[in-house]
């Protein structure tokens, strides 16, 4: 089996998609994405056992055999929970083949396998009967194929098949509902991540302004969803326009329906203002009662913000309208939440629909300026951050700009000729490795990076963390010279300087433009004396995480204290980045 696995460039900021063969050690693909994440949400674990445990706990109460599907088992959790509740027989379905092989064995080594198979198969090719995958339908539920979107990962259509094919009509269902919801905000950093704002520069005759193309002021934007950790967001940074509204819910102990639909809330401003972006995240109940609930609501919804579990494989929604509309306190409004099988999106209505229903069709939104579907959502926040710009501005004379892509090409040639910029920017159409000195008027002296495949790209302002150090420079690259040929290496020690744990490193580009002026994608404000860091949010940082949680102790309270042994090298031939950190005691 071959499978693409997905690489950033750090030095042109896109993914690569690289062909590994069945040789390749899935290992580190497995412990890179989610399952890692989902394994240590306790708080999600506990729910999903309790209701676990409820639901067959009814059935028994029933006379009947508990006989459980389990969709989209993973490591094969929520099966053995479902066994330990007293489980007659799981079936625990798993698509990903490195991660069923790695499920049997689980299993087998806790004891369950006379208990529980696992079937390698998507759920919809599982097959019932005496030569089936299953014997018999199941009566019990249990399924993980939620999403921050929840129904990003194919929910729908999973549950439309199981109810027809799979289970029992009227089994119980662990989850058995969820419930999404949504606030309407106004919030100039968010719109930031969805328009291109005019762009003042200050120039040697005056201030000027670069301004975007009409058709991305008036274009829709992406349809993606932008899922971010809204824990991370200060309230400062958006005002609310409606209280939190209850937009629609899903009952996944009944037939579900892959279907597009779409719901209309009736409410009223609470405040006058713009209307930008609407806010959203769900809730599931384990049991019918509603008494087992796991919630992925922000801080401020809470009712107390101190206990809110950790997660990054289940965040918050931002989904942005198709233009920001001005609105007013009081006024009757509309916002209807429309979804096909695998997508959410939102459009607002002035005025009272009384007649709202679910029979309303409206496509999702389509971007048709081009630029939504060449920047991500970092990206716009970048080109919109006022103080970046600035200090290129300052430091730079001439441009020139490689495009190998023939959108953007075609979008950039747009916009130097909307502002009059063509003889000021020179746009080169070539790829980054068919780039010669002649085409940059011999000023070509370039790196070409690589993700290390020791580090994973994070972006930290969604973290709350804290440093134990304070940075330190550990490899310098001078573009004005002639790249080297042999391999970059740089050994040193790190101090640990102050008290707490610390889970891994973390490495940043800073880029010196001129003297004085320098731009980060990485940290932006030196930690204050507690280890309080602040990130940008346009980057992602390299984080190695260390093979074991170091502790050390604050330097006032030890004779010598703990450090870190760091060897980095940079292969200029190959863009290669390799590192390795050890604890020195």
Not at 157 to 171: D, I, N
Not at 433 to 460: G, Q, T
Request: with cysteine; proline share 5%.
């Amino acid at each position: 089996m071959k499978v693409f696995c997905g690489r950033a460039n750090p030095t042109i900021g896109s993914v690569e998609w690289l062909e590994e063969d069945e040789n390749y050690d899935y290992h580190q693909e497995i412990a890179r994405s989610c399952y890692a994440d989902m394994l240590n949400d306790k708080d999600r674990n506990a729910k999903y056992f309790q209701g676990i445990r409820a639901a067959v706990s009814r059935v028994k109460k029933r006379g009947e055999r508990a006989i459980v599907l389990d969709i989209g088992t993973g490591t094969g959790l929520l099966s053995m929970m479902a066994a330990t509740a007293g489980a007659d027989f799981c079936y625990a379905v798993e698509v990903f083949k490195p991660m069923a092989d790695a499920a049997v064995k689980i299993v087998e080594k806790n004891g369950f396998s006379e208990k529980i198979k696992i079937i390698n198969k998507h759920s919809t090719e599982v097959t019932v009967g005496p030569d089936g995958d299953m014997q018999c339908r199941a009566n019990i539920l249990i399924t993980e194929l939620f999403d921050t979107e929840l129904i990003g990962e194919g929910a729908l259509p999973s549950y439309e098949h199981a109810h027809q094919y799979l289970v029992q009509e009227g089994c119980e269902a662990v989850p058995h509902r969820a419930t999404v919801y949504a606030q309407l905000v106004e919030s100039k950093r968010m719109w930031s991540w969805n328009k291109l704002f005019p762009i003042h520069v200050q120039a040697e005759d005056g201030e000027k302004i670069v301004f975007s193309l009409p058709e991305m002021e008036n274009c829709p934007g992406a349809p993606a969803v932008y899922d971010i950790q809204l824990n991370q967001v200060p309230l400062s940074d958006f005002t609310a326009v409606s209280d939190v509204l209850t937009m629609f819910s899903v009952d996944f102990s009944k037939q579900v329906s892959r279907a597009s639909a779409s719901y209309t809330v009736q409410f009223e401003p609470i405040t006058s203002g713009r209307a930008q972006v609407v806010l959203s995240w769900w809730d599931m109940d384990m049991d019918p009662a509603g008494t087992i609930k796991c919630s992925m609501a922000p801080y401020w919804v809470q009712a107390s913000f101190e206990d809110i579990p950790w997660r990054d494989h289940w965040m918050q929604c931002v989904y942005f309208l198709s233009n920001e509309e001005p609105v007013f306190q009081g006024q009757s409004m509309g916002l209807t939440v429309f979804h096909d099988d695998y997508s959410v999106w939102y459009k607002l209505q002035k005025g009272r629909n009384d007649n709202a229903s679910t029979d309303i069709r409206v496509e999702r939104p389509m971007c048709c300026c081009q630029a939504h579907l060449l920047w991500n959502r970092p990206r716009f926040g970048e080109l919109n951050d006022q103080n970046r710009t600035a200090q290129y501005v300052r430091a730079l004379n001439k441009v020139f700009t490689l495009e190998s892509s023939a959108v953007s090409l075609s979008l950039m040639k747009k916009i130097c000729k909307a502002n009059h910029l063509e003889e000021k920017i020179k746009i080169i159409e070539k790829h980054p490795e068919l780039l010669v000195s002649s085409d940059l008027e011999d000023r070509k002296n370039s790196l070409d990076f690589r993700e290390a495949r020791e580090a994973e790209p994070h972006p930290l302002w969604e973290y709350p963390c804290k440093s134990i150090s304070d940075p330190l420079e550990v490899l310098t690259f001078d573009f004005r010279q002639t790249v080297p040929e042999h391999t970059i290496r740089k050994e040193g020690i790190l101090n640990l300087q102050r008290a707490g744990k610390s889970h891994g490193a973390v490495l940043w580009m800073e880029y010196h433009l001129i003297p004085g002026l320098s731009v980060s994608t990485g940290l932006v404000q030196v930690s204050n004396e507690k280890g309080y860091c602040q990130w940008t949010p346009h980057c992602k940082q390299a984080v190695y995480f260390f093979s074991s949680v170091t502790e050390p102790e604050p330097e006032p309270l030890t004779n010598s204290s703990s450090a870190v042994a760091y060897s980095i090298s940079f292969s200029p031939k190959s863009g290669d980045i390799a590192m390795d950190f050890k604890l020195i005691n």
